[in-house]
Nanobody
């Protein structure tokens, strides 16, 4: 079992930045690929970014590429999502997730999920 707790969400103006953190506890964090997803009201949950267990490979949704950066610190059991140049359409609940197998873009590939943190971008 892996427990994930997100933090760092909040209200920010368009063009601003936020850094989300996801702290993991339980089984060996460093053996899991990690991902960030988001869900806006009335919309399906969508992939945002993912990173391999070693941190050497990342993947991004086209909508955030060049603006968001995913990283991890296995010594701290934490994965981060640095979000720059935020837009109102980035408003959503952001979830981190852990995948036992490999880096993935599909939510069904992830085994454990956090409770989510709200990000609101005002125009």
């Amino acid at each position: 079992q892996v427990r994930l707790v997100e933090s760092g969400g909040g209200l920010v103006q368009a063009g601003g930045s936020l850094r989300l953190s996801c702290a993991a506890s339980g089984r060996t964090f460093s053996s899991y690929a990690m991902g960030w997803f988001r869900q806006a009201p009335g919309k399906e949950r969508e992939f945002v970014a993912a990173i391999t267990w070693s941190g050497d490979t990342t993947s991004y949704a086209d909508s955030v590429k060049g603006r968001f950066t995913i990283s991890r610190d296995n010594a701290k059991n934490t994965v981060y999502l640095q979000m720059n140049s935020l837009k109102p359409e980035d408003t959503a609940v952001y979830y981190c997730a852990a995948a036992a197998l490999t880096l993935a873009r599909k939510s069904t590939s992830y085994d454990f999920w956090g409770q989510g943190t709200q990000v609101t971008v005002s125009s």
